[in-house]
Nanobody, 115 residues
């Protein structure tokens, strides 16, 4: 059974940091590029970051470039997203999923940036 379990979200002040994790199971994790996406209230889900299957290539959306860092540990079937210099507009539910293929959505993890 395929599972994607995101965690690590929370309430943080502007300028703060968080580290999100996504534990994957039920598929051959190391073969898939992984993405992080987010959905803010009243907005469509949007791409945040991608990491290749080996971890050697990463890509970021313009709003998060230079502030977020994606990484992975294939031995632990886990992908991470380090969030720094957080802004109120980063408030959203964050999801991970493989870049390709048909996979269920995890429950996401809520990130709220507010003073």
């Amino acid at each position: 059974q395929v599972q994607l379990v995101e965690s690590g979200g929370g309430l943080v002040q502007p300028g703060g940091s968080l580290r999100l994790s996504c534990a994957a199971s039920g598929f051959t994790f190391r073969r898939y590029a992984m993405t992080w996406l987010r959905q803010a209230p009243g907005k469509e889900r949007e791409f945040v970051a991608l990491i290749s299957s080996s971890g050697g290539f990463t890509k970021y959306s313009d709003p998060v470039k230079g502030r977020f860092t994606v990484s992975r540990d294939n031995a632990k079937n886990t992908v991470y997203l380090q969030l720094r210099s957080l802004k109120p507009e980063d408030t959203a539910v964050y999801y991970c999923r493989p870049e390709s293929g048909s996979f269920p959505w995890g429950q996401g993890t809520q990130v709220t940036v507010s003073s």
